[in-house]
């Protein structure tokens, strides 16, 4: 063996090592789809982007995206949803109804135990398809009142109240900054959260309504408009499939908080795993402030 080539050694385990490490990088475990296009948050094309962004970060899921054309019914939405462990949706408000098949695919889909992912605007979606509105348990507008199911909140006593009183589903007052308080800290999701920790600056959903069946609410936040602890992280068993459900995630900004980011990264992992193996970051907001590092 010539000397050069016992020098070159180092290079070799270098280039070795790095190999191994891109290649674990370039080959996370698990599948997820956001799934996008129609949405009257007009913040949508830079959300979807985020919330990429923080599926990637966790080195746990290569994400796709499939968008929905911009308007009307779009009969090429077809996306391969058993291709993946979650699907997140990122629709909103008056988005045109999926076409037929597509629905029929996504509760198979869940039904047979895929992950669904709902953040913020997606429980306003479709109000008239019942499976959907089973999946998210507590959905808001589009119409939604005393037919869609009850209203959910927890009361001063935290007892959890189901309230079966007419009214419209889903309403908000002005954003702000707002504590979420954890209900349920044994759960994957939630286990090492504070009691009581600040959120970025949002809107604060209320008056949500739906089926509310097999879920569970895992952590509230007291609305200054309804006076109730209205639900903000959701659980939901659909057949074998797993839902995770905020209605926070107004804006950016809503989204760019410490505690939203691992709540959604963690949500995700759970319903597509049914584990959660995510440490809490070290930024985590506390009781008293929010946590919104610009470099997020
Ligand atoms: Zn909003």
Same mark, same amino acid.
């Given at each position: 063996m010539s000397s050069a080539s016992v020098r070159s050694w180092p290079v070799v385990f270098l280039l070795l090592a790095g190999w191994a490490a891109?290649?674990?990088?370039a080959d996370p475990p698990h599948r997820a789809?956001?799934?996008?296009?129609?949405?009257?948050?007009?913040c949508w094309p830079?959300?979807?982007?985020?919330?990429?962004?923080?599926?990637e970060d966790?080195?746990?899921?290569?994400?796709?995206?499939?968008?929905?054309?911009?308007?009307?019914?779009?009969?090429?939405f077809q996306p391969a949803f058993a291709d993946y462990d979650v699907v997140v949706s990122n629709f909103g408000h008056g988005a045109a109804e999926w076409p037929a098949a597509t629905k029929a695919a996504f509760e198979t889909y869940v039904r047979d135990g895929g992950g669904f992912v709902a953040v913020h605007?997606?429980?306003?979606?479709?109000p008239k398809w019942p499976a959907y509105n089973e999946m998210i348990g507590l959905g #808001?507008?589009?119409? &939604?009142?005393?037919?869609? @199911? +009850?209203?959910?909140?927890?009361?001063?006593? #935290?007892?959890?109240? &189901?309230?079966t009183a007419a @009214? +419209?589903?889903?309403?908000?007052?002005?954003?702000?900054?707002?504590?979420?308080v954890v209900r349920d800290g044994e759960h994957a999701v939630t286990k090492g959260m504070p009691a009581s920790w600040m959120h970025a600056k949002d809107e604060l959903y209320d008056s949500l309504r739906g089926p509310a069946e097999n879920m569970a609410v895992l952590a509230t936040a007291w609305s200054?408009?309804?006076?109730?602890?209205?639900?903000?992280?959701?659980?939901?068993?659909?057949?074998?499939?797993r839902v995770f459900h905020t209605p926070m995630g107004h804006e950016t900004y809503s989204m760019e908080c410490v505690g939203f980011i691992t709540a959604f990264q963690r949500g995700c992992e759970w319903a597509a795993t049914g584990k959660v193996t995510q440490e809490l970051p070290k930024d985590f907001p506390g009781e008293a402030a929010s946590s919104r590092p610009f470099a997020r």
């Open positions: 891109f290649s674990q990088a789809l956001i799934v996008d296009g129609q949405n009257n948050h007009g830079k959300t979807t982007p985020m919330m990429r962004k923080y599926l966790t080195g746990l899921f290569r994400v796709d995206v499939v968008t929905h054309a911009p308007k009307g019914e779009d009969p090429s605007a997606a429980d306003n979606s479709f #808001g507008w589009g119409g &939604r009142n005393e037919s869609s @199911g +009850p209203y959910v909140y927890f009361d001063e006593t #935290g007892k959890l109240v &189901r309230d @009214g +419209p589903g889903g309403s908000h007052g002005p954003q702000h900054e707002f504590p979420i200054p408009k309804t006076k109730r602890h209205e639900p903000m992280i959701m659980t939901i068993d659909y057949g074998k499939g």
